[in-house]
């Protein structure tokens, strides 16, 4: 897949797309960023890519024409007969979800718009952008930082990214595990002395009993789930994701 970015600050997403375990998606293409500065179309010697709102207020606006010539050049270079999406970050935006992302795991890319300023000429928006999504209900100062979330999101859903294949389906909201959240995890030493005295790891991890540490690995996402996000347990149920044994778990640890 391949996603062109359209950002004033290119510099921000080669660290973060050179370390951790996603270097490998971006590094041999498997998730083929490119990133474009509406600066480099802009004409005059200034190159100049906002200027004031028309009606008065503060801050500056992003103009249309640099971010369309910019725009052009990168369908012109994507050249597909089915252009992918033109997506524009933006508070008003649909929330970037598990299933916002799963979906654009699987396809094509997008064309990635960040705003900066107090956001982008409308008619820009009106002509070219699909689709608009939101980081959350808070305002960041640019959109980079919701592209790179879901640069990053994307990119360790591909296959062979993780160390373990499939590893991605244990982790919270997979469908694999009926959108539930994770379990909580333990790692070395057995029993760690903490500011509550000692504090040992549930035995059963200790068992090597497969079927019972999948048991309990069940039973800890249906409680972590009832408690962080009793909307996702309600809609697990209303698929018909949760088996007997599991309700019968949950009553029995009704808070
Ligand atoms: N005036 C706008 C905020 C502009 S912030 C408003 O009040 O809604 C500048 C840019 O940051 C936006 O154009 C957008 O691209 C990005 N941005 C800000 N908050 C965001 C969010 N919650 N999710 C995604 N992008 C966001």
């Known amino acids: 897949m391949r996603y062109d970015v359209i950002t004033l600050f290119p510099e921000l997403f080669g660290p973060f797309m050179s370390h951790g375990i996603n270097r490998r998606a971006f590094a041999s293409g498997l998730v083929d960023v490119r990133l474009w500065n509406p600066r480099d179309f802009a004409e005059g010697n200034y190159r100049r890519v906002d200027d004031r709102p028309f009606g008065g207020g503060p801050g ?137 005295g000692e504090a040992p790891v549930p035995e059963v991890l200790l068992s090597g009993h497969h079927g019972h540490i999948e048991a309990w690995r069940r039973e800890q996402r249906l409680l972590t789930t009832a408690q962080w996000r009793p909307d996702l347990l309600a809609a697990a149920r209303a698929r018909g994701d949760l088996s007997r044994l599991d309700e019968r778990f949950l009553q029995g640890h009704a808070p």
């Open 60 to 196: 500056m606006v992003m103009q249309a024409e640099p971010l369309y010539r910019c725009w052009q050049a990168i369908r012109a270079d994507r050249a597909e007969a089915v252009p992918a999406p033109t997506v524009l970050f933006s508070p008003l935006g649909e929330r970037l979800s598990h299933p916002l992302v799963a979906a654009q795991a699987e396809g094509p890319g997008a064309i990635l718009l960040c705003g900066r300023y107090e956001g982008i000429d409308q008619r820009f928006i009106d002509a070219c952008v699909d689709r608009q999504w939101s980081l959350g209900d808070f305002v960041l100062s640019g959109g980079e930082l919701a592209a790179l979330a879901l640069l990053d999101a994307v990119a360790r859903l591909q296959p062979g990214v993780l160390n373990d294949e499939g590893s991605h389906q244990q982790d919270s909201f997979s469908p694999v595990l009926d959108g539930l959240l994770d379990c909580p995890h333990y790692t070395r030493p057995e029993v760690w002395s903490g500011p509550q």
